[in-house]
T-cell receptor, first 111, second 112 residues
Framework: LAKTTQPISMDSYEGQEVNITCSHNNIATNDYITWYQQFPSQGPRFIIQ???TKVTNEVASLFIPADRKSSTLSLPRVSLSDTAVYYCLVGSNNAGNMLTFGGGTRLMVKP | AAGVIQSPRHLIKEKRETATLKCYPI?????VYWYQQGPGQDPQFLIS???????DKGSIPDRFSAQQFSDYHSELNMSSLELGDSALYFCASSFKGNTEAFFGQGTRLTVV
């Protein structure tokens, strides 16, 4: 299993763009990179998933360099409600995978 | 749209008692994951099932067992409960092990 490393915490202000980087040096060829958001006492919520280059949806963008050893989740113009813990997961989209959460990044958005 | 349903939402048990947590995945999802999350901690993977067979095992104590039934719902059975078992237990489901998984609201277990 590819291990992931993220910053423990980040602070930002409303309206700013936030970039959270995740390192996954041992990513395997068939692994995807998936990001989740979790609010206190709630289950994690899927944000975005990618394999390479750039993926964008209505919530965020995911940037993956060519070597795929890291990825960056970009949240445009954050609001107070984006205060949460963000997790980067690496794993294959095959039946029987493990879907393991490592240490996430606690994002605090201030007014 | 239907989401992952967990029951009960809250459960209070005494030490050494047993507890059963239930998880109903999103229709057509064939993969179920169970997680334990203590206060201020990251979700810890316990066990997963694919097509009613156990597919992977994480840090699940021997006192716990789980299974996935023919209708794809899953149950986590916990015996000889300890104070340290107090936590939020989440179930998630996905289709064919896709890492885009959907989580339930969780069951908050309190052992007293």
């Amino acid at each position: 299993l590819a291990k992931t490393t993220q910053p423990i915490s980040m602070d930002s202000y409303e309206g700013q763009e936030v970039n959270i980087t995740c390192s996954h040096n041992n990513i395997a060829t068939n692994d995807y990179i998936t990001w989740y958001q979790q609010f206190p006492s709630q289950g994690p919520r899927f944000i975005i998933q990618g394999y390479k280059t750039k993926v964008t949806n209505e919530v965020a963008s995911l940037f993956i360099p060519a070597d795929r050893k890291s990825s960056t989740l970009s949240l445009p113009r954050v609001s107070l409600s984006d205060t949460a813990v963000y997790y980067c997961l690496v794993g294959s989209n095959n039946a029987g995978n493990m879907l393991t959460f490592g240490g996430g990044t606690r994002l605090m958005v201030k007014p | 749209a239907a989401g992952v349903i967990q029951s009960p939402r809250h459960l209070i048990k005494e030490k050494r008692e047993t507890a059963t947590l239930k998880c109903y995945p999103i229709p057509r999802h064939d993969t179920v994951y169970w997680y334990q999350q203590g206060p201020g901690q990251d979700p810890q993977f316990l066990i997963s099932f694919y097509e009613k067979m156990q597919s992977d095992k994480g840090s699940i104590p021997d006192r716990f067992s789980a299974q996935q039934f023919s209708d794809y719902h899953s149950e986590l059975n916990m015996s000889s409960l300890e104070l340290g078992d107090s936590a939020l237990y989440f179930c998630a489901s996905s289709f064919k092990g896709n890492t885009e998984a959907f989580f339930g609201q969780g069951t908050r277990l309190t052992v007293v």
